[in-house]
């Protein structure tokens, strides 16, 4: 699809009110599955390729192979073959040196790619290495300058921006998507932690977005990654930044839903219990009281997470209210405070799997979120009179 075309049908959805979707994928079965559920264009990573392969997306960064060889070769074969009538994206390492730009993005456009991505991108390195990277001349300058070629060629960019500097950098050479990357995607269980990482991603895209609004306020305005890997998450940051027209996401998309059916399928199977863990973030989201009191609110908390470390002041600022008014609210409705009923909660969630299941001691410990097993002897003795090898033996008998 030419960038003209695919300019005037993203603008079309833009008038309508409709969000912009892309996917980024490593495999024809994701991009096929994202046409169907009508993305507006398909990102060819190489970071999906590795999630393909069980490997998290920092296998992208790493020497494993030639990131423009790996995308080349997938998406020429899986992807561009079996998507008719949708833009896919290529995603260009610029700083590749075994390549010539102009004559490799020539070949990527006549290969069928409507466009390019920076990805992998330097903007995801920092400290000492990014340092060493960019003294031997391999910087974003470099990125900035492969969407200048594209652009000249008339395909479509879409541009991974970090910060202010980098946005104008990519505006000024004609990008016509600015996506500012908020990191690689979250997974995993949920936190309290959570909440205050998509507060930070909501303060950087506004501060980005607003320089955009400076230099090209009609610039296509996306984001990717970080903390924001759910539609409530996504949500949460259209209702704080108006300017924000549409999501990119690559786990969010193919590996976090995988993981989540595969895991949720296997353990039906087992148990009875299901959780749905974006009813609990709304709840978080929303300051809690829209949905639940207080004291609940901890208690399914716990329910959910006893097996992570569990701040109690964390879920006081989540509830808006402070640690003192949450911890006497706490003890005077259930009876003892919040430490003690964690540890009661912690030692009968580990009776209730000994009665279950035979497991080493030293592994049901950390299931019920002691990583030190001493610690955990301890308190299971205080709480049910006998160690919990004790317990187990009587348990078999």
């Known amino acids: 699809m030419e960038r003209g075309k695919l300019l005037e049908n993203i603008n079309a959805q ?3 009110g409709n969000h912009i979707i892309g996917v980024a994928t490593g495999t024809g079965m994701t991009a096929k599955c994202a046409k169907n559920g009508e993305a507006d264009f398909i990102l060819a990573l190489n970071s999906g390729r590795f999630r393909q392969m069980g490997r998290s997306s920092l296998g992208g960064f790493l020497p494993f192979c030639n990131s423009n060889d790996m995308v080349m070769d997938f998406a020429s074969k899986e992807i561009i073959p079996l998507i008719k009538n949708m833009p896919i994206i290529f995603g260009l390492n610029a700083t590749d040196p075994t390549k010539n730009m102009e004559s490799y993005i020539d070949k990527i456009k006549n290969m069928g790619f409507s466009g390019i991505n920076n990805y992998p991108t330097v903007g995801l390195i920092d400290s000492q290495f990014r340092e060493a990277l960019e003294e031997d001349g391999c910087n974003y300058l470099m990125e900035v300058e492969a969407i200048r070629i594209a652009h000249k060629k008339d395909m479509f960019t879409v541009a991974f921006v970090f ?23 979250g997974g995993g269980l949920l936190g309290a932690k959570k909440v205050f990482s998509l507060e930070a991603a909501k303060v950087k895209v506004g501060k980005i977005f607003n320089k955009c609004n400076e230099l090209k306020p009609d610039v296509i305005k996306l984001i990717y990654g970080g903390p924001v890997k759910t539609p409530i998450d996504v949500q949460y940051m259209y209702s704080n930044n108006e300017d924000l027209i549409g999501y990119i996401g690559g786990s969010s998309f193919e590996r976090i839903p995988s993981e989540k059916s595969i895991i949720n399928i296997t353990k039906a199977f087992k148990i009875s219990e299901q959780f749905d863990e974006d009813d609990l973030m709304v709840k978080m989201l929303d300051g809690v009281t829209k949905h639940y009191n207080y004291v609940e609110f901890v208690k399914e908390y716990v329910a959910r997470n006893y097996m992570n470390d569990i701040s ?6 989540v509830a808006h209210v402070s640690r003192g008014y949450l911890s006497s609210l706490f003890k005077k409705e259930v009876g003892c405070n919040f430490p003690e009923y964690l540890v009661k909660f912690r030692i009968n969630k580990a009776v209730e799997i000994i009665n279950k299941e035979n497991i080493q001691l030293s592994d049901l410990a950390l299931l019920v979120g002691y990583k030190d097993y001493a610690h955990f002897s301890k308190m299971f003795k205080k709480y049910k009179g006998c160690s919990p090898k004790k317990y187990k033996s009587k348990n078999i008998t």
């Open 163 to 185: 910060n202010e500097i980098q946005a104008e950098q990519m505006i000024n050479v004609g990008a016509d998507i600015i996506c500012v990357h908020l990191g690689l995607t």
């Open 312 to 317: 109690f002041l964390d879920l006081a600022k």
């Open 14 to 16: 833009i008038k309508k």
